[in-house]
């Protein structure tokens, strides 16, 4: 899972800039429901956005594709379209075991 860190926009509390309880100052209003302090964050996630969508028949997949028939110089040829309407993402799913964050600054293990 490659996800990528915080590119400095937005406030997180494992960034060492600026004191620790109050939210980065750079001209925009900082929402408090994401304003923690380092002493009540924690370093783990507990859920992720799932990658999966589902179709009209209630299947779950990452991609749908539906066979078509094009007929080109008098010859039937089966081609594959990719379905990209009425698909439904799945949503947020819990981890089965949390993971430590990307942006968690603090060396785990030393080799």
């Given at each position: 899972?490659?996800?990528?860190?915080?590119?400095?926009?937005?406030?997180w509390?494992?960034?060492?800039?600026?004191?620790?309880?109050e939210?980065?100052?750079?001209?925009?209003?900082?929402?408090?429901?994401?304003?923690?302090?380092?002493?009540?964050?924690?370093?783990f996630?507990?859920?992720?956005?799932?990658?999966?969508?589902?179709?009209?028949?209630?299947?779950?997949?990452?991609?749908?594709?539906?066979?078509?028939?094009?007929t080109?110089?008098?010859?039937?040829?089966?081609?594959?379209?990719?379905?990209?309407?009425?698909?439904?993402?799945?949503?947020?799913?819990?981890?089965?075991?949390?993971?430590?964050?990307?942006?968690?600054?603090?060396?785990?293990c030393?080799?």
């Amino acid at each position: 899972m490659g996800g990528s860190g915080s590119k400095g926009k937005g406030y997180w509390p494992f960034s060492g800039s600026g004191g620790g309880d109050e939210p980065a100052k750079d001209g925009q209003e900082q929402s408090l429901a994401r304003v923690r302090s380092i002493r009540n964050a924690t370093p783990f996630v507990f859920t992720r956005r799932s990658s999966l969508y589902f179709d009209e028949d209630g299947d779950l997949a990452h991609e749908f594709y539906e066979e078509t028939v094009v007929t080109k110089n008098g010859r039937k040829k089966a081609k594959l379209k990719r379905i990209h309407k009425n698909l439904i993402p799945q949503g947020t799913i819990k981890l089965d075991h949390p993971c430590i964050h990307v942006d968690f600054p603090v060396v785990i293990c030393e080799v």
